[in-house]
């Protein structure tokens, strides 16, 4: 069965480092999602992408954040320069097409900002 | 502003126990969808369900079943006869319809469910 994967697992890195976390999703789905998950609590929605471009972002998704489909497998998102509440976990998804469909999550990445 | 509440945060059953999962919402959106989703230990987010804002029909798949209510803004989950698998993290999530095709889901904090022998 097709499924979203990301890496790595486990991303550590210092504070003002630029991170790229990465996801390849479901091959023939067309809308892709970052979402974030702190510790604990809930996850939160970050970004959609559609047609090489955002289709929608949240507060979270500042200047700091940018996403970005380099070829037709991949989908990444990148943090400019990581704050210590940067750490958390970042779950990528997708879904096959228009309208709200049940997202398919990948494994995740645990980013640790120390 | 859509809005999820999930006010159990941690459920504990003997296994064979029916148990069910409550989950308020708030849209304005006059149509949208509603799902849960469990994340095991592991961490991954696994969807279980999806229903639409104008079926209130309610249905049973297996060991899940689910009961909406338009007029209370509930979407309970029950799992009947639960095992200990069955010890995860359950969230309830809203999506409206955005022109844009994208759409985005609202989470709830999640109810952790612990199923013991």
Redesign the interface.
């Known amino acids: 069965e097709p499924e979203v994967t990301q890496t790595p697992s486990h991303q550590v890195t210092q504070m003002g480092q630029e991170v790229i976390l990465r996801c390849v999703p479901i091959s023939n789905h067309l809308y892709f999602y970052w979402y974030r998950q702190i510790l604990g609590q809930k996850v939160e929605f970050l970004v959609s992408f559609y047609n090489n471009e955002i289709s929608e972002k949240s507060e979270i998704f500042d200047d700091q954040f940018s996403v970005e489909r380099p070829d037709g497998s991949n989908f990444t998102l990148k943090i400019r320069s990581t704050k210590l509440e940067d750490s958390a976990m970042y779950f990528c998804a997708s879904t096959p097409g228009r309208g709200p469909r049940e997202q398919y999550f990948g494994p995740g990445t645990r980013l640790t900002v120390t | 502003a859509q809005k999820v509440t999930q006010a159990q945060t941690e459920i504990s059953v003997v296994e064979k126990e029916d148990v069910t999962l409550d989950c308020v919402y708030e849209t304005r959106d006059t149509t ?2 509603l ?1 849960w ?1 469990k994340q095991p230990p ?6 279980l369900i ?1 229903r ?1 804002s104008f079926d209130e029909q309610n249905e049973i798949s297996g060991r899940y079943s689910w009961n909406f209510q338009k007029s209370t803004s509930s979407f309970n989950f029950t799992i009947t006869a639960s095992q200990v698998v069955d010890s995860a993290v359950y ?1 309830c ?1 809203l ?4 022109t ?11 109810t952790q469910l612990k199923v013991e022998l």
């Open positions: 949208y969808y799902f989703y592991s961490g991954e987010l696994v969807f999806r639409n969230f999530a999506s409206g319809v955005f844009g095709g994208g759409n985005k889901l609202t989470f709830g904090t999640g």
